[in-house]
C-alpha cells in the first residue's frame, strides 16, 4: 500500500489566489511526522513546512500552511496568494518510527502551474 | 542554499561503466541518505548512513554501494550501468534522526547512461 497518496498530477492557479494541495498518508505509527517539499524545474528540493503528528494547531510558514486532519489522515498543502515563483512540483513526505525506521516516504508529486 | 554538497552535478556515461557520486552533509549533521529520482518510480529511498555506519537499506540495487566517511562526507557507486540507471541522485542530511527530522537536499546529480 501507499504510504503517501498525492492524487492531484497537476493543478492550475491564477496568481494571488490560494491552492490547495492534497496529500493522504498511511501509517499506524502513533508518532510520525508529515512534511512539504517544494522541487522548481531547476531541481532541487526544497523544505516548505512540517506538521508532527501529535501537533494540535496546524502548522504555518509564511504563505504556507498545513490543513491537518488526523482522523482523515490527510495533511494538505494551502499555498495563500499564489505566485508565479510557486510553480513547481510539490511533493508530501512522512517519517514514521518504528513502522518505518524513520526514513522519509515520499508521495508521487503535484505539478503546480501559477497563471499571471 | 541548503548546504549539502553534491558532485558532480551532471554525468554522463555509457552502460557497463562505474560512476561516484560524492556528497557533503551540512555541518553537524550526522545523516546522510540516498534517494533516487525517475520519471517512472519518484523518489526513491536507497540507504541511509548515520556517523559512518549504514542504518538502513531501501531499494538500493546490488549494483550500487555507499558509504560515509570518517569526515561524514558519503559516496554513492553505482557500477555496471544500465540505461534505467538515468536518474537525478539525491543526498540529503537530517540534523535529527526522529520523525520530526527534516531533510535538506543537494542539488542533485543528474546522471545520463547512453
Known amino acids: 500500500a501507499q504510504k503517501i497518496t498525492q492524487t492531484q498530477p497537476g493543478m492550475f492557479v491564477q496568481e494571488k489566489e490560494a491552492v490547495t494541495l492534497d496529500c493522504t498518508y498511511d501509517t499506524s505509527d502513533q508518532s510520525y511526522g508529515l512534511f512539504w517539499y517544494k522541487q522548481p524545474s531547476s531541481g532541487e528540493m526544497i523544505f516548505l513546512i512540517y506538521q508532527g503528528s501529535y501537533d494540535e494547531q496546524n502548522a504555518t510558514e509564511g504563505r504556507y500552511s498545513l490543513n491537518f486532519q488526523k482522523a482523515r489522515k490527510s495533511a494538505n498543502l494551502v499555498i495563500s496568494a499564489s505566485q508565479l515563483g510557486d510553480s513547481a512540483m510539490y511533493f508530501c513526505a512522512m517519517r514514521e518510527g518504528k513502522g518505518g525506521s524513520y526514513i522519509p516516504t515520499f508521495g508521487r508529486g503535484t505539478s503546480l502551474i501559477v497563471h499571471p | 542554499d541548503s548546504g549539502v554538497t553534491q558532485t558532480p552535478k551532471h554525468l554522463i556515461t555509457a552502460t557497463g561503466q562505474r560512476v561516484t557520486l560524492r556528497c557533503s552533509p551540512r555541518s553537524g549533521d550526522l545523516s546522510v541518505y540516498w534517494y533516487q529520482q525517475s520519471l517512472d518510480q519518484g523518489l526513491q529511498f536507497l540507504i541511509q548512513?548515520?556517523?559512518?555506519?549504514?542504518?538502513a537499506k531501501g531499494n538500493i540495487l546490488e549494483r550500487f554501494s555507499a558509504q560515509q566517511f570518517p569526515d561524514l562526507h558519503s559516496e554513492l557507486n553505482l557500477s555496471s550501468l544500465e540505461l534505467g540507471d538515468s536518474a537525478l541522485y539525491f543526498c540529503?542530511?537530517?540534523?535529527?534522526?526522529?520523525?520530526?527530522?527534516?531533510?535538506?537536499f543537494g542539488e542533485g546529480s543528474r546522471l545520463t547512461v547512453l
Open positions: 548512513y548515520y556517523n559512518g555506519e549504514e542504518r
Open positions: 540529503a542530511s537530517s540534523p535529527r534522526q526522529g520523525v520530526s527530522g527534516e531533510l535538506f
